[in-house]
């Protein structure tokens, strides 16, 4: 049998919808609004209500969609930015590009959210946001976050590119997705995600009618009416091309989740309690999407376990190998080695394993057989 394991099988999802999806592009090509056309209102309203958020102000990716943000929010150069060491670059990079400051903090070794128990040394004056991650597709303690960004009056941007759909649970027993507690918040459509496009896209998220005219008018030039411009803008749209594909995957994206977390329990129940692979933790706070499923691997072995794989024809990635305060090109923040040692750790510990919505049993059978062997040869 030809065996052929990806990371992310999107050809196959593309498949399940064919002939829905194949008619609403060429609904697009024929009605010849290619930039915003009805579909991207009425796909953000669709969002609107599957978040149960008041706005959602749809935009071309996901980092913009980060910068919308903190432009909306008004934050000025010079002012500081709370941000996790260990995530994916684009937190980080709308932050230095607004001649904001970010403030590195190290992240939690069970979730590998903010740790939040260290924001009263890094919180100052200048202190005007903290961007909680909700990485791999769980949701950083937003009860916490709120609590503390109540106390010290600062915004809450929550970057939840990699868990649309996954649910905080408050400890009275309230759900609210993600990407809509905070004051505002933010995802991404990129393919690899749990609601992708054939493209780029993005999105933000907030109850603050002020914030959402704000962000609205940022991402389209400044102007609430054509040619009259408020605010000094950036030219940030979702296609309508885009926007018509979303329409019909998120009416799928209960399916998707469930689909990704049946492929987490399976490798959770063949991997728990294996001497030299720590599965990931689940908090009791937020349901897991798992758009990433990122085991650690305690020893040296990880390398070793990588290459093996990928002999065996296995596809693994390291989300991420280098934590952000040790990226170049964020040398000039003045950050060193040891500065955040969980997040430095991590990065030399997690490999993720193939996961997506359209995983076979037996493909999954035959990478938790070879990760098995793996350690049985390694020792
Ligand atoms: C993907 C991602 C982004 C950026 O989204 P793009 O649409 O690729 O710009 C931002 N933050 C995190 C955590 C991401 O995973």
Do not use: W
């Amino acid at each position: 049998m030809e065996r052929s394991i990806q990371m992310v099988d999107l050809k196959a999802q593309y498949y399940k919808l064919k002939e829905e999806i194949d008619n609403a592009l060429i609904s697009v090509a024929e009605g010849t609004a290619y930039i915003n056309g009805p579909q991207v209102k009425d796909f953000a309203k669709d969002l609107k209500q599957y978040n149960k958020v008041k706005h959602v102000i749809p935009c071309g990716n996901g980092t913009d969609a980060l910068q919308i943000a903190m432009m909306a929010l008004n934050f000025k150069p010079g002012d500081e930015v709370i941000v996790p060491a260990f995530t994916y670059i684009a937190t980080v990079e709308v932050i230095a590009l607004l001649g904001l400051t970010p403030k590195f903090i190290d992240v939690r070794e069970d979730t590998f959210e903010i740790d939040y128990d260290q924001l009263g040394n890094v919180i100052s004056e200048k202190t005007v946001g903290i961007v909680p991650v909700h990485l791999f597709g769980q949701c950083s303690n937003m009860e916490v976050l709120l609590k503390i960004s109540k106390k010290y009056n600062i915004a809450i941007i929550e970057d939840t590119a990699q868990a649309i759909g996954a649910e905080f649970i408050f400890k009275d027993g309230t759900r609210k997705f993600a990407g809509t507690i905070g004051d505002i918040g933010t995802t991404s459509f990129f393919p690899s995600k749990n609601l992708g496009c054939y493209g780029d896209g993005g999105a933000l998220f907030t109850n603050d009618e002020q914030l959402s005219e704000k962000a609205y008018m940022i991402a389209n030039h400044g102007q609430r009416e054509k040619y009259h411009h408020e605010t000094i803008g950036v030219n940030s749209r979702l296609d309508t091309l885009q926007a018509a594909i979303l329409q019909i995957k998120l009416r799928h994206l209960n399916n998707y989740s469930r689909a990704r977390q049946n492929v987490a329990d399976r490798y959770d129940e063949r991997l728990k309690g294996h001497s030299e692979i720590i599965i990931p933790f689940r908090a009791p706070y937020s349901t897991h999407v798992f758009n990433q499923y990122t085991c650690r691997i305690k020893s040296d072995n990880r390398k070793a376990l990588k290459q093996y794989l990928t002999s065996k024809g296995i596809p693994s990635m390291i989300y991420y190998p280098i934590p952000l305060h040790l990226q170049e090109a964020y040398r000039t923040y003045g950050y060193k080695a040891g500065d955040f040692p969980v997040a430095e750790r991590l990065c030399e510990e997690v490999i993720s394993l193939p996961i997506h919505t359209e995983m076979k049993h037996e493909d999954q059978d035959y990478i938790i057989e070879e990760i098995l062997n793996y350690f049985k040869t390694a020792k």
